[in-house]
């Protein structure tokens, strides 16, 4: 069981920044990923990184705005969010993939264990 603490949502105007962060019990490497949920619509994946840091792949609509790194001395994983517009207004989840694929799932089946989620909120 992979237990994962999610912190740094909260309120932002639109063209502000947040870092979102991931922490993961344990000491294996895994590959890990953002998704996010908007009310009334359905989880949609955003960023991920596998296991060894080595690739990231992002949804077309953050492409360029956010950045996702990890850290794996800490099994922690960070979402850096630029640019933010109202329309990234969401739950931020964050997940993990046990498979050590190399390289990065994009759907939610490709992802074993989910954190609690964290509110990110962007006024226009």
Same mark, same amino acid.
């Given at each position: 069981?992979?237990?994962l603490? $999610?912190?740094?949502? /909260?309120?932002?105007?639109? @063209? +502000? ?8 019990? =344990? *000491?294996s ?11 009334g619509?359905?989880? $949609?994946?955003?960023? /991920?990184?596998?296991?060894s @840091? +080595? ?5 077309t609509?953050?492409? =360029? *705005?956010?950045?996702i790194s ?8 960070y979402?850096?969010m ?43």
């Amino acid at each position: 069981q992979v237990q994962l603490v $999610e912190s740094g949502g /909260g309120l932002v105007q639109a @063209g +502000g920044s947040l870092r979102l962060s991931c922490a993961a019990s =344990g *000491r294996s490497l895994y590959g890990m990923g953002w998704f996010r949920q908007a009310p009334g619509k359905e989880r $949609e994946f955003v960023a /991920g990184i596998i296991w060894s @840091g +080595g690739l990231t792949y992002y949804a077309t609509s953050v492409k =360029g *705005r956010f950045g996702i790194s990890r850290d794996n001395a800490k099994n922690t994983v960070y979402l850096q969010m630029n640019s933010l517009k109202p329309e990234d207004t969401a739950v931020y989840y964050c997940a993990v993939d046990r498979s050590m694929r190399t390289f990065v799932g994009v759907g939610i089946s490709d992802y074993d264990y989910w954190g609690q989620g964290t509110q990110v909120t962007v006024s226009s």
